[in-house]
């Protein structure tokens, strides 16, 4: 069966302190995989999307980037975080609709960040 | 671009009984899916019920139904028999078909059941 997982569960950083954001995805292959943000009582906001190695689309211009160093890892990074940065990122992926999956989306369990 | 709106922030229910939260879309695509997803307090999102538009019956999972209307661009959830699990944040996510799979989620309903 698929797994994903996301690490670490929580951080808390100063301003101006880098991140790295990991996912990994197991039982699976060549899967499209996604960084959401989730802010405190809102919905979730799309960052980056990846449909394979080393193709990362950014939905959003801001100060983190995206990387996709293997099939099944996905990395969010920034160099120099900001205050707005703080909230719960979720990764997740899912299957290509066109080789018959049903296109829903698998969550990790989040990272808390805390920016201060 | 596809949007997704939650017209609803909060609802509360009494246990047992049914309650329907809204969902609105726009998008000029003809094929996609719908999806709500219910996020409780642990905030691990999960799949609640599944829809595809071409697909002119509504979906239902045990207790939960969906009443979809494309022409409206409408999908409420029906949750049926409220239990005090039902208590959590629940999307509304849209899903154009593609190899990239862009999900796109409305801002949330927060849901309470109340004993």
């Known amino acids: 069966s698929q797994t994903i997982h996301q690490w670490p569960a929580t951080l808390v950083q100063p301003v101006g302190s880098p991140l790295s954001l990991e996912c990994t995805v197991e039982?699976?292959?060549?899967?499209?995989l996604y960084w959401y943000r989730q802010a405190a009582g809102r919905g979730l906001q799309l960052l980056f999307y990846?449909?394979?190695?080393?193709?990362i689309s950014s939905e959003v211009p801001q100060n983190l980037s995206a990387s996709r160093p293997q099939d099944r890892q996905f990395i969010l990074s920034s160099k120099k975080l900001l205050l707005s940065d703080s909230g719960f990122y979720l990764c997740?992926?899912?299957?290509?609709?066109?080789?018959?999956?049903?296109?829903?989306?698998?969550f990790g369990e989040g990272s808390r960040l805390t920016v201060l | 671009a596809q949007t997704v709106t939650q017209s609803q922030p909060e609802m509360s229910v009494q246990e047992a009984e049914t309650v329907t939260l809204s969902c609105t879309y726009d998008?000029?695509?003809?094929?996609?899916?719908l999806f709500w997803y219910k996020q409780p307090p642990s905030r691990q999102m999960i799949l609640v019920i599944r829809?595809?538009?071409?697909?002119?019956q509504n979906a239902t999972e045990n207790r939960f139904s969906v009443n979809f209307q494309k022409a409206a661009k409408s999908f409420s959830l029906k949750i049926s028999d409220s239990q005090l699990g039902d208590t959590a944040m629940y999307f509304c996510?849209?899903?154009?078909?593609?190899?990239?799979?862009?999900?796109?989620f409305g801002a949330g309903t927060r849901l309470t059941v109340k004993p």
């Open positions: 039982g699976t292959s060549n899967p499209n």
């Open positions: 996510a849209f899903m154009k078909l593609g190899d990239n799979n862009d999900m796109r």
């Open positions: 998008t000029s695509e003809s094929n996609y899916y």
């Open positions: 829809q595809e538009a071409y697909k002119q």
């Open positions: 990846s449909i394979g190695i080393g193709q």
């Open positions: 997740a992926w899912s299957g290509r609709t066109s080789g018959g999956n049903t296109g829903e989306l698998f």
